[in-house]
């Protein structure tokens, strides 16, 4: 079990003003923000993170939507940070997440879902490295 998880504030979150509100979320359910940083995925940077995904009927429509706009990745650190962070961030159809999750609370669907969050240890590990070196974390 790993103390560090990765997400990711999406394009429709970032959007719609609710980064602040997320961040603010996060740090109140005892997460510390180990990297932070504030960028925009190219097509080719979206579809290379998400190449896992290559092969479903959805992956064009999700690369085209994580290269709108900007977001804001983060490593986050908390015993069994994958699982607390899940738990956090509730289901991925926002109309399925339990009351007072993030999704409950900021996500429009389940495409523009507000929050992206690593779904095992070993993912968390090649998401936050594809997005920091090891001099912007702390």
Known sequence: MSNQTFTMIKPD??????AGAILDK???AGFHISALK???L???RAGEFYA???ERPFYNEL????SSGPIIAAILTK???VEEFRNLIGATDPAKAAEGTIRKLFAGSVGENAVHGSDSDANAKVEGDFFFTEK???
């Open 26 to 28: 996060i740090i109140k």
């Open 63 to 66: 690369v085209n939507f994580m």
């Open 38 to 40: 504030l960028t925009k």
């Open 136 to 138: 912007e974390r702390f």
């Open 79 to 81: 015993k069994n940070a």
């Open 13 to 18: 979150a970032m959007r719609n003003g609710h």
């Open 42 to 44: 190219t097509p080719e």
């Open 52 to 54: 896992i995904h290559k």
